[in-house]
């Protein structure tokens, strides 16, 4: 059976998918041209739930693919759109994702907005990373990992860059190639100039609540799309 999670924002990272969906169960994240892919060739079953992380699909989406809803996929929908599924309720669940309420930030909530054009910085998660010296930090180190990723992808396969990186290739590959496709090798390299930048200025002088803002804001610009 299909499920249709309804939610504001798109999920895109499994934190967010677990506490948001309440699916707690093994789930591959696939983009929508995957999907598609798979849904043509259809070369043999495949029992897996699947969760299409980077687009709100409608009805007209799947019934132009021909897509079965007793397939077990979980795509997002917009509340809007949801009335025409109404001809094939009896194979859909609905999911109601559940209200964010952010009592504490982790690096990639951060990371993500700054790579999402549709998403703003909040003064709540600017003054969180920017006044706590520790969480800065955590930031920092993370985003410059998710860059040093995009720019080896640049020249190298997926499966070298994770042996360098001593990593496995899971969801996170899904996303650096995504970005990978939308970011310019000159604002990588802007970017990891802003890196070595506020970390300089950082071991030079007092943790500074003003040029982390600064940072971020700056750094938004450069990787959003």
């Not at 687009?55 to 997002?76: E, G, H, P, T």
Request: charged share 30%; net charge negative; proline share 0%.
């Amino acid at each position: 059976m299909t499920k249709l999670l309804i939610t504001e924002n798109l999920i895109t990272n499994r934190q967010d998918f677990i506490k948001l969906s309440n699916i707690s169960e093994a789930v591959e994240f696939i983009t929508f041209e995957e999907f598609l892919s798979t849904t043509t060739l259809s070369l043999f079953e495949d029992y897996d739930k699947k969760f299409v992380f980077d687009k709100f699909v409608n009805f007209r989406d799947l019934s132009k693919s021909d897509y079965d809803f007793s397939l077990d996929y979980i795509f997002q929908i917009k509340k809007s759109s949801l009335g025409k599924f109404s001809e094939v309720s009896n194979n859909i669940e609905i999911i109601e994702s559940l209200k964010k309420v952010k009592d504490k930030f982790f690096p990639w909530d951060l990371s993500n907005i700054i790579f999402n054009q549709k998403e703003s910085l909040s003064n709540q998660i600017i003054y969180e990373f920017c006044q706590n010296e520790y969480l800065f930090q955590q930031f920092l180190s993370y985003l410059n990992k998710e860059l040093l990723r995009i720019n080896l992808l640049f020249d190298n396969e997926e499966e070298r860059v994770a042996l360098l990186l001593d990593e496995k290739i899971d969801f996170k590959y899904e996303l650096a190639k995504r970005r990978l496709n939308n970011i310019s090798r000159d604002n990588l390299n802007q970017s990891f100039h802003q890196l070595n930048k506020i970390e300089r200025l950082t071991n030079e002088s007092e943790f500074n609540h003003e040029n982390n803002k600064r940072f971020v804001v700056g750094i938004k610009k450069i990787l959003e799309f």
